[in-house]
């Protein structure tokens, strides 16, 4: 069982920057795969990046690569996804996922475990 918790959400102005956290219990977080969606209003959960178990491979949707990065630290069971330049079309509640199969995962059903989400806003 893993639990998940994201925090570092907020109100931002359009070219502002944003580091979210997504903090892990359980034994095997380490072991696991992590990634994150976003879902806007009105819109489908879709894929933003992905890391592999030791934090050495990632994976990027075309909508944010170039402008984010996600990392993960092993010894404090998190994983961060730092997003800059942000855009008003970036405003959705953005979840971090643990996942049990290969990284590359950027369908919602290739994830276990589900955290309760953080609300990014993007002012223009």
């Known amino acids: 069982q893993v639990q998940l918790v994201e925090s570092g959400g907020g109100l931002v102005q359009a070219g502002d920057s944003l580091r979210l956290s997504c903090a892990a219990s359980?034994?095997?977080?380490?072991?696991?795969?992590m990634g994150w969606f976003r879902q806007a209003p009105g819109k489908e959960r879709e894929f933003v990046a992905a890391i592999n178990w030791s934090g050495g491979s990632t994976y990027y949707a075309d909508s944010v690569k170039g402008r984010s990065t996600i990392s993960r630290d092993n010894a404090k069971n998190t994983v961060y996804l730092q997003m800059n330049s942000l855009k008003p079309e970036d405003t959705a509640v953005y979840y971090c996922?643990?996942?049990?199969?290969?990284?590359?995962?950027?369908?919602?059903?290739?994830?276990?475990?589900w955290g309760q989400g953080t609300q990014v806003t993007v002012s223009s």
């Open positions: 996922a643990a996942s049990s199969r290969d990284y590359r995962q950027v369908s919602f059903s290739g994830y276990d475990y």
């Open positions: 359980g034994r095997t977080f380490s072991r696991r795969a």
